[in-house]
């Protein structure tokens, strides 16, 4: 094929089969699967959400093993005897150990499985928890630091694998939107719950706390936690256009809780019964080796960065985990001292907007995209465009930026906590939207590069997070906060605005850039 018109152009699928623009249609499961009932794909829903479910269990304990130690600041620089300065220190050596993490650990993920992938990160955030409990000097809150991200980073890419692995298209935006609500718990709404038990125990407790839970986790995920990577053991018949004809039949499971206008109809496909299901044993095998070349797999993430969709991603991502790591680190600084001179507690309260307003911005950009999706799908003849979940970031991109000037010049002034705390809620809206539809994006239009996709993402993301928190201290000191979260906010509305070209050309770029897509998809499998 040396034609682009000949290549299948990635992340294009026909999503509903429509009789008539006002008949019945019917879902097409996009990917397709095959008959195998070990796949992942064809595992009954309480089976995929109970799997889900310990995957987001351990992304709260993660992210909060990443986010509480800040609310602590005000305690620790009297409890170890460290400045403000080296504290930010800590926090940048966190997200280099984020950054690293995600570019040596997840190409393990890949070969080897998700289970044991899970298994390590969480071994790893517990004994790392253990040891900040006890920790008393500068040295070894740098080393705690370093290790807490790598362990952290393992969790932020193999999640989006498991998302792709266990849910179709029009389940995945819904899927991501729990994923940024449980960001979100872990960092928003535990630093609250953290702050309060700090305040009345001392911050060492807060972690005690954490470490009992996230060992806890370890000793569940090695009992019930099933691999979700799939090696197929016979081809299954596809279920393409023809296959949903009426010359292949395939059976129609009517979900109400699916329809959308008219009648939606899932089109499905039976499993083989000759294909006998995995024991517990063979469900909890500790590894799920494939044949990749690991070098060649550390080198993968760096061609598929430069696909412009998850250049895309990675920009908006790494713009608004910027904005939350100023948030944050701004939140302890500003308001332990006066006007405010909050305990503890009340900084860890700060963060009760923040949560809110992620809620229903995970609501907005989840299961209201996914619904928005299918619509136009069903507008454009039943085919899905990728780009067709960015129409909802209108109202995300200037509510984040809104609500980063409204922070930052209400905490200037010395206003009343409420007016920062709603600014916070109106940035969460926009951050929670942003991350779930673009997260989602990349998941349908690359699925066969996810893991890979998502090392680059994760890496940039961290990467630039790292310098941010060098100069959070010294841009306040020579700008004032005012300036700075007005700068700040016009950069992110600049960064959240680049969706409108994505929109007109992504379509454009993805038929382009098919036959390069589909080389490093080539070259992925002969690894």
């Given at each position: 094929m ?16 429509a009789e ?12 397709t ?8 794909l ?10 889900f ?8 304990a993660a ?19 460290v400045?403000?300065?080296q504290l930010?220190?800590?926090q940048?050596?966190q ?10 650990f997840?190409?393990l993920a ?5 289970r044991s992938?899970y ?12 040891w900040t ?5 500068y ?12 362990g ?7 999640v989006?694998m498991t998302?792709?692995d266990l ?9 991501n939107?729990v994923?940024f ?21 001392g ?12 060992t806890?986790?370890?000793v569940v995920?090695i009992?019930a936690f ?25 059976e129609?499971?009517i979900?109400s809780?699916?329809?959308v ?6 089109v ?7 294909i ?6 063979q ?14 797999l550390?080198m ?8 412009p969709?998850?250049?895309f991603?990675a ?9 939350l790591?100023?948030f944050m ?15 503890t507690a009340g900084?860890?309260y700060?963060?009760?907007?923040p949560f ?8 907005y950009?989840?299961p209201?995209?996914d ?5 136009l799908?069903?507008?454009n003849?039943g ?29 200037a ?16 809206f926009?951050?929670g939207?942003?991350?779930d539809?673009?997260f989602?994006?990349?998941i ?15 890496f ?19 700008m ?14 600049a ?11 992504g379509?454009?770029i993805?038929?382009?850039?098919a ?8 070259m992925?499998?002969?690894?």
């Amino acid at each position: 094929m040396t034609s682009t018109d000949r290549v299948p152009i990635p992340g294009e699928a026909r999503l509903i089969l429509a009789e008539s623009a006002t008949d019945a249609s019917r879902f097409v499961l996009q990917p397709t699967p095959s008959k195998d009932p070990n796949e992942p794909l064809n595992w009954p829903t309480w089976r995929k959400l109970f799997n889900f479910g310990l995957s987001i269990a351990v992304t709260v304990a993660a992210f909060t093993n990443v986010s509480i130690q800040t609310v602590f600041w005000q305690q620790m620089t009297v409890d170890m005897g460290v400045s403000i300065q080296q504290l930010t220190n800590a926090q940048s050596a966190q997200l280099a150990g984020l950054a690293m993490g995600c570019l040596f650990f997840i190409p393990l993920a890949i070969k080897y499985g998700r289970r044991s992938a899970y298994i390590v990160s969480t071994a790893v955030l517990a004994g790392v928890s253990w040891w900040t409990s006890r920790m008393q000097s500068y040295p070894e809150l740098i080393v705690t630091m370093v290790i807490t991200g790598l362990g952290g980073a393992i969790n932020e890419t193999a999640v989006q694998m498991t998302i792709s692995d266990l849910f179709f298209v029009h389940h995945r935006g819904s899927a991501n939107a729990v994923y940024f609500t449980a960001v979100m718990v872990g960092s928003f709404l535990a630093p609250m719950a953290a702050g309060t038990q700090a305040a009345n125990q001392g911050w060492r407790w807060s972690y005690y706390t954490l470490s009992i839970c996230l060992t806890i986790l370890f000793v569940v995920f090695i009992f019930a936690f099933e691999e979700t990577k799939y090696i197929p053991v016979s081809v299954g018949e596809a279920d393409n256009d023809d296959a949903c004809s009426e010359q292949n039949p395939t059976e129609k499971d009517i979900d109400s809780k699916n329809k959308v206008g008219s009648d939606l109809v899932t089109v499905g496909t039976h499993t083989d019964p000759t294909i006998p299901m995995n024991s517990y044993r063979q469900c909890m095998r500790l590894t799920t080796t494939t044949s990749e070349s690991l070098p060649r797999l550390f080198m993968m993430p760096f061609h598929v960065i430069t696909l412009p969709h998850v250049m895309f991603t990675a920009l908006q991502f790494a713009s608004g985990v910027c904005w939350l790591v100023i948030f944050m680190q701004i939140i302890s600084i500003v308001f332990s001292a006066p006007p405010y001179s909050f305990t503890t507690a009340g900084i860890g309260y700060m963060a009760l907007g923040p949560f809110v307003g992620n809620i229903f911005g995970s609501i907005y950009g989840g299961p209201l995209a996914d619904w928005t999706v299918v619509r136009l799908a069903r507008r454009n003849g039943g085919v899905y465009e990728p780009e067709m979940r960015l129409y909802p970031l209108v109202i995300p991109t200037f509510f984040m930026a809104g609500g980063i000037i409204m922070f930052g010049a209400t905490a200037a002034r010395g206003m009343h906590w409420i007016y920062p705390s709603l600014g916070g809620a109106f940035f969460a809206f926009g951050l929670g939207a942003n991350g779930d539809i673009t997260f989602t994006l990349i998941i349908d239009t690359y699925r066969e590069l996810v893991a890979e996709a998502f090392i680059g993402i994760a890496f940039l993301r961290n990467a630039v997070s790292v310098g941010v928190t060098f100069a959070i201290v010294p841009w306040m000191t020579s700008m004032g906060l005012t300036n700075m979260f007005i700068i700040s906010g016009c950069i992110a509305f600049a960064i959240g605005s680049l969706f409108v070209p994505m929109i007109i050309y992504g379509k454009k770029i993805r038929t382009t850039l098919a036959p390069r897509y589909w080389k490093l998809v080539e070259m992925r499998s002969r690894i």
